[in-house]
């Protein structure tokens, strides 16, 4: 029994792919990384995550220089950029049947705004960003503010979740995890159901609260 959802937002509600995979290839250019190493670890984490990762070197203020540029590469281009298939259907049924609802993605608010706004999706009662938690996902702080804002226990949240670094953050908050079009990286993952679209969840809802 459940009372509420939390969503990753690119890759589960949103596909943005081709644009972050541009973004980080220009950027894998200008230091000279292969794009497909890049490409194979950047997915489901924040953006500083991946920048330490790439420059271990680097002292924080070049980081943030670093981080700037993405950022800004990022928010400001979203043409291509559409919802995946049964979320617009999904997010309105929640909204309808007045199921709390919360995004939660490793995106910063500047770049996770400009995807979501362009759509024009219904709102969430919350939006959890990269610069609200001191840990982002693989760890489980993003799924356990969500469900904090929400008012309600991680284990009566469903988080909804493509990559793996997300899927291993909602276990890890002791939440049911539904993994949509899940990576190759991800098969070893326990998530509760997996699915190919959003269009295959179905909600039944019960006296207090709703199972899948």
Known sequence: MYKGFLFDLDGTLVDSLAVVETAWSQWGERHGIAAADILAFIHGKQAITSLRHFLPHADEALLREEFLWLEHLESSTTEGIVALPGARELLTQ?????????????????????????????????????EQVANGKPHPDPYLLGAKRLNLSPEHCVVVE??????????????????????????????????KTLHELAIHLQPHGFSL
Do not use: K, M
């Not at 929640?94 to 400009?114: F, K, N, R, Y």
């Not at 899940?182 to 998530?191: G, I, K, R």
């Open 94 to 130: 929640l909204t309808a049947q007045q199921i709390p609802w919360a995004i939660v993605t490793s995106g910063s608010s500047p770049v996770a705004s400009a995807r979501y706004t362009v759509l024009d999706l219904p709102q969430p009662e919350v939006f959890i960003t990269a």
């Open 162 to 195: 493509d990559a793996a670094a997300g899927i291993e953050a909602g276990l890890a908050a002791g939440c049911a995890v539904v993994a949509v079009n899940p990576a190759q990286d991800a098969a070893h993952l326990a998530a509760t159901l997996r699915l």
